[in-house]
């Protein structure tokens, strides 16, 4: 069992920058491949990026790649997602998940899941 969750949230000017950070419990993070997925209103959710477990491996939806950075911390069971050059669209709850499968775009992939953390982009 793997209980996560998220904070860094908050509202920034765009062009800006946040880091949300994502804490789990359990002995056994390093196990799981860690994913963000985020929720705007009305729309699905959908994925941003994930990292395997022993961090070796990344990959990011397009309308982020280098603009969003995600890292692990193993030794203190976190993951996070370093924003940069913050767009309007990027405003939605964003939430971490973790699953013991490879790294996946697929939410049904993820069996844990945070409450989620709101980040507001204005123009």
């Known amino acids: 069992q793997v209980q996560l969750v998220e904070s860094g949230g908050g509202l920034v000017q765009a062009g800006g920058s946040l880091r949300l950070s994502c804490a789990a419990s359990g002995r056994t993070f390093s196990s799981y491949a860690m994913g963000w997925f985020r929720q705007a209103p009305g729309k699905e959710r959908e994925f941003v990026g994930a990292?395997?477990?022993?961090?070796?491996?990344?990959y990011y939806t397009d309308s982020v790649k280098g603009r969003f950075t995600i890292s692990r911390d193993n030794a203190k069971n976190t993951v996070y997602l370093q924003m940069n050059s913050l767009k309007p669209e990027d405003t939605a709850v964003y939430y971490c998940a973790a699953t013991m499968r490879r790294p996946s775009a697929i939410s049904n992939d993820y069996n844990y899941w945070g409450q989620g953390t709101q980040v507001t982009v204005s123009s």
């Open positions: 990292i395997a477990a022993n961090a070796g491996y990344t």
